[in-house]
């Protein structure tokens, strides 16, 4: 009976001590631009985003499990609980809705604050790659559509 509450705290506590301080190092550099491999993953469905932002995401998990164990680890030396509960609580008040925000919208007003020069200039030269694309594709299915209305043409005289 005990056993599942025990394998959620210990869950837990490794997602604290390994994922939190992993994550945020993996959004570190993902911000400066030294870790760009998630860029070819697909973005996940439900996400509004046309490109992945999962390195900046890491960042705000990673702030959040870290927070959280600088928290717990403040609260066994000895630091007054109102100051530990209030660092774990503005970890994760801060860190989700950032993360949320970064996976699923990102208002166009908060992408100069939180996405990263770098990004933004790839951002614009994918749109812009993707776009020469789409006008090819459209000039070719024009053209197919052309060939086929002579040929019915011809074919009907």
């Known amino acids: 009976m005990d056993s599942p509450p025990l394998i959620a ?4 506590g490794v997602g604290l001590v390994v994922l939190g301080p992993v994550s945020l190092v993996m959004g570190i550099r993902a911000y ?5 491999s998630w ?3 697909r973005v996940a469905t439900g996400s509004t985003a ?3 932002r999962l390195g900046f995401v890491c960042f705000w998990g990673g702030l959040m499990f870290t927070g959280a164990l600088a928290a717990i680890s403040l609260g066994l030396v000895g630091m007054p609980e109102t100051l530990v509960r209030v660092i774990a609580v503005l ?3 801060i860190g989700l809705p950032i993360a949320m925000m970064h996976q699923y919208f990102l208002p166009k007003f908060l992408r100069p604050v939180l996405l990263p020069q770098w990004y933004r200039e790839w951002e614009a030269a994918q749109f812009e790659r ?3 694309e789409d006008q090819r594709r459209r000039a070719r ?3 197919r559509r052309e060939k086929r209305r002579k040929e019915k043409d011809a074919a009907r005289r």
Do not use: D, P
């Not at 705290?9 to 837990?12: C, E, G, W």
């Not at 400066?32 to 760009?36: D, I």
């Open 141 to 143: 299915r024009q053209r």
């Open 9 to 12: 705290y210990i869950v837990f």
């Open 32 to 36: 400066t631009g030294r870790y760009t």
């Open 91 to 93: 970890s994760w008040s």
């Open 50 to 52: 046309k490109h992945s």
């Open 39 to 41: 860029l070819a993953l």
């Open 130 to 132: 993707e776009e020469r």
